[in-house]
T-cell receptor, first 115, second 109 residues
């Protein structure tokens, strides 16, 4: 199993450009998450999807949109990138049989720089 | 005040030392998670516990629910243990984890 995969690994955007970060998992997990990680701060939840067809806002959703395309894939879109969105983005998934009682599995991260 | 506080923020040790990283939280939880993030950036789950103690190799995690406190211990530390260790908590019925800011551990040979 590949686990959780993310593309791209690195990306540089100019202010105002758009892009989509892709995430896929092959573990048949129900829940998927997008986080951002900034220096000196913990991981912060952007959006999550508890099941196929549902998405919910996390702590820092402004400037982002998501799509749960199917059970495997959960994409994060920046419509008009801003320098404040320079960060490392992690996708994660978990089975979610019992909320809060199973582990999250993380992708390798996407390092995004907005100039 | 953050819901999850870790201490210390940074820790430098010599190879072979016994290491303790602490995590305190202020909310009711269903489980506490310890994660490891290596310099390359990847994040892996080390432990998930809701009571007592768990051990995996040289790593031991304990939790005291009454005191809302958990510790991660590393015995006989090695330079390959150098990483950021992250504490996170999940609350019953919630999909979300709340993360601490992490403890950066450097083990020198």
């Amino acid at each position: 199993n590949a686990g959780v995969t993310q593309t791209p690994k690195f990306q540089v955007l100019k202010t105002g450009q758009s892009m989509t970060l892709q995430c896929a998992q092959d573990m048949n997990h129900n829940s998927m998450y997008w986080y951002r990680q900034d220096p000196g701060m913990g991981l912060r939840l952007i959006y999550y999807s508890a099941s196929e067809g549902t998405t919910d806002k996390g702590e820092v959703p402004n400037g982002y949109n998501v799509s749960r395309l199917n059970k495997r894939e959960f994409s994060l879109r920046l419509e008009s990138a801003a320098p404040s969105q320079t960060s490392v983005y992690f996708c994660a998934s978990r089975w979610s049989g019992v909320p809060g009682l199973d582990e999250q599995y993380f992708g390798p991260g996407t390092r995004l720089t907005v100039t | 005040k953050n819901e999850v506080e870790q201490s210390p923020q940074n820790l430098t040790a010599q190879e072979g030392e016994f290491i303790t990283i602490n995590c305190s939280y202020s909310v009711g939880i269903s489980a506490l998670h310890w994660l490891q993030q290596h310099p390359g950036g990847g994040i892996v789950s080390l432990f998930m516990l809701s009571s007592g103690k768990k051990k995996h190799g040289r790593l031991i995690a304990t939790i005291n629910i009454q005191e809302k406190h958990s510790s991660l211990h590393i015995t006989a530390s090695h330079p390959r243990d150098s990483a950021v260790y992250i504490c996170a908590v999940s609350q019953g019925g919630s999909e979300k984890l709340v993360f601490g800011k992490g403890t950066k551990l450097t083990v020198n040979p």
